[in-house]
């Protein structure tokens, strides 16, 4: 079954950058579209950044444009998230996700990692 593994979450302060990283068993990035989310108690879960699967750059939301990076090794069929910047109100649990191309809803998803930004 496919499986998505976060990792790199922790505590830093604001201004700090912080690269997140999602590695992916029984599914290869390339081929689906990616995204990451990320959730804090009492809001939706909200989506950072997306990277269709065949398109060369990603959309983000405007909360994180210019400072939060998608990027994808694909001889390791890892996907990242580099966060640079860093803000107290981005403190969540970051989870990195995948669809097949052609589907509307994310089939998979990874446990998630959580990033604490102190001020």
């Known amino acids: 079954q496919v499986q998505l593994v976060e990792s790199g979450g922790g505590l830093v302060q604001a201004g700090s950058s912080l690269r997140l990283s999602c590695a992916a068993s029984r599914l290869t990035f390339s081929r689906n579209t990616v995204g990451w989310f990320r959730e804090t108690p009492g809001k939706e879960r909200e989506s950072v950044g997306v990277r269709r699967w065949n398109l060369d750059f990603a959309t983000y939301a405007d909360s994180v444009k210019g400072r939060f990076t998608i990027s994808r090794d694909n001889a390791r069929n890892t996907l990242y998230l580099q966060m640079n910047n860093l803000k107290p109100e981005d403190t969540a649990v970051y989870y990195c996700?995948?669809?097949?191309?052609?589907?509307?809803?994310?089939?998979?998803w990874g446990q998630g990692t959580q990033v604490t930004v102190s001020s």
């Open positions: 996700a995948a669809r097949n191309p052609g589907s509307d809803s994310w089939q998979y």
